[in-house]
Antibody
Framework: EVQLVESGGGLVKPGGSLRLSCAAS????????VNWVRQAPGKGLEWVSCISGSGTYIYYADSVRGRFTISRDNTNHSVFLQLNSLRVEDTAVYFC???????????WGQGTLVTVSS | SYELTQPSSVSVSPGQTARITCSGD??????ARWFQQKSGQAPLLLIY???ERPSGIPERFSASTSGTTVTLTISGAQVEDEADYYCYSAADNSNYVFGPGTKLTVL
């Protein structure tokens, strides 16, 4: 069974940092890209970042480029999202999601809440 | 442009057909996908590659495409189909975009 479990969310002050983790199981991890997608309270989905299976290709949304860093550890089946210089508008539930080679996101975790507030 | 547009809400009675559209220039060149998100839950992939349905998704969910518009159709909508529906596409080779979401009410 495919599972994705996020952790690392919490309350942080503006300008602060957090590191989110996504632990994967139930599939050949290095064969899949992994995305981070966020959802602000009561709002829609916003794509944040993507990392290819090998880690060679990395992409960011304009809204987070230069502040967030995605990485992965294929040995331990994990993906990470380092969030720096956090802003109030970064407050959201952050989901990690598996992406097939066809570009389809097919499995999602349950999300971890990041709250940026003074 | 890399924007996708959807109606903010659609409302139908149980058993009726619900149609939700998603429009954007990128859809003329890239596949559309549809997700269903029920309150407090993670999104669920309903449609990929414009019109394909993953295994386990009920047949009442289907999709069609015409130019820069894709349409999700729920035939015989059920109360349990009440949810937010999002379209999604790769905007280019390094960027992805979600539509703003459509709230479906079945009552």
């Amino acid at each position: 069974e495919v599972q994705l479990v996020e952790s690392g969310g919490g309350l942080v002050k503006p300008g602060g940092s957090l590191r989110l983790s996504c632990a994967a199981s139930g599939f050949s991890f290095s064969d899949y890209s992994v995305n981070w997608v966020r959802q602000a309270p009561g709002k829609g989905l916003e794509w944040v970042s993507c990392i290819s299976g090998s880690g060679t290709y990395i992409y960011y949304a304009d809204s987070v480029r230069g502040r967030f860093t995605i990485s992965r550890d294929n040995t331990n089946h994990s993906v990470f999202l380092q969030l720096n210089s956090l802003r109030v508008e970064d407050t959201a539930v952050y989901f990690c999601a598996r992406e097939r080679a066809t570009g389809d996101i097919d499995y999602w975790g349950q999300g971890t809440l990041v709250t940026v507030s003074s | 442009s890399y924007e996708l547009t959807q109606p903010s809400s659609v409302s139908v009675s149980p058993g009726q057909t619900a149609r939700i559209t998603c429009s954007g220039d990128v859809l003329a060149k890239r596949y559309a996908r549809w997700f269903q998100q029920k309150s407090g839950q993670a999104p669920l992939l309903l449609i990929y590659k414009d019109t394909e349905r993953p295994s386990g998704i009920p047949e009442r969910f289907s999709a069609s495409t015409s130019g820069t518009t894709v349409t999700l159709t729920i035939s015989g909508a059920q109360v349990e189909d009440e949810a937010d529906y999002y379209c999604y596409s790769a905007a280019d080779n390094s960027n992805y975009v979600f539509g703003p979401g459509t709230k479906l009410t079945v009552l």
